[in-house]
Every structure is written in C-alpha cells, then in structure tokens.
C-alpha cells in the first residue's frame, strides 16, 4: 500500500486546472455518519482559508470519505491541509489518514461528467434512492453566478 510521501511523488500541482481529490478517513472509520460532522466536513469547503487555494466546484461527503472537485487556484496540499485541519477541529481529534488522492481533470474529460460521477456517490453506496435524499454535497452550478465558466 502507497504511503502518503509515494503519492507525492511527481505530483504537479498547476493553478488554473482543475482537480478531484479523494480524501479517506483514518482505517476508514465511518466518522461522517454523524449528522453534525457530515454538515462540519461540508462547510469547510467553504472556509475563507481554503478558498484561497481553490474553488469548490463539487464534492460529497461520504460516510469514511469526501470527493471533492476544485479549480485550485493556490497550492493544493496546502488546501487540503487546511480542509483536513478543520475538519479534524470539529472533530476534537485527528479524522484523517495521512496523504489524498488527486487527478487532474483534463479538458475532454469534462467536469460535469466528473461533477455527476462526485455527486452519484451516495446512490452507487446505496446511502440514498434520489441524491436530494443525501445532506452532505454540492455542486457550484446549482446556484450560478455570472462570473462562473460555463460547464457543458
């Protein structure tokens, strides 16, 4: 099994693209299961610092994981760190195992595909029947803005 330093290895990180990352829990526990950590994982997306590396543009929260979609704008590691650190905050202890998972999303992929394949997680778990069922994702074109790239 990888340790996160052989992850890291040739790693690129390269703002202006965009990203999917995979974070697992520690011995995937299913810390998420908690209604109130769930909600504290989603809004650290969100938190000011985060947002200065990246943009979320998708992401769920599953019970031992979080996929999560970005434009990352800063440095990446440091995003997650940050993420990671503020979730554990809440949690009162360490939640995570040590290193992520990143892929970056080349332009014929298409992010909506990747946005859809993120938010479809609890369905393929068998978590939920219909994702407005399930608390713990979003996604960045469900409330537009004008400055927003357009996503075909």
């Not at 996160?4 to 690129?12: D, Q, S, V």
């Not at 974070?23 to 909600?39: A, L």
């Not at 394949?117 to 219909?130: D, E, H, K, S």
Request: aromatic share 12%; proline share 6%.
């Amino acid at each position: 099994m990888p340790r996160g330093h052989t992850l890291r290895l040739g790693r690129r990180c390269i703002p202006g693209h965009y990203y999917v990352v995979t974070i697992v829990t520690e011995n995937r526990r299913p810390v998420f299961r908690d209604f109130s950590m769930g909600c504290a994982a989603s809004r650290a997306f969100y938190h000011p610092s985060v947002q200065r590396h990246v943009v979320t543009w998708a992401f769920v929260v599953m019970p031992d994981h979080v996929h999560w979609l970005m434009a990352l704008e800063g440095d990446l590691s440091q995003a997650v760190k940050l993420y990671k650190s503020y979730v554990s905050l809440e949690a009162g202890s360490p939640v995570w195992q040590r290193g992520f998972h990143d892929r970056l999303i080349r332009q014929e992929e298409g992010m909506r595909d990747s946005a859809r394949y993120i938010v479809a997680n609890p369905l393929r778990a068998g978590l939920v029947n219909q994702i407005g069922d399930y608390s713990f994702w979003d996604a960045r074109w469900l409330t537009p803005n004008a400055d927003d790239p357009v996503i075909v």
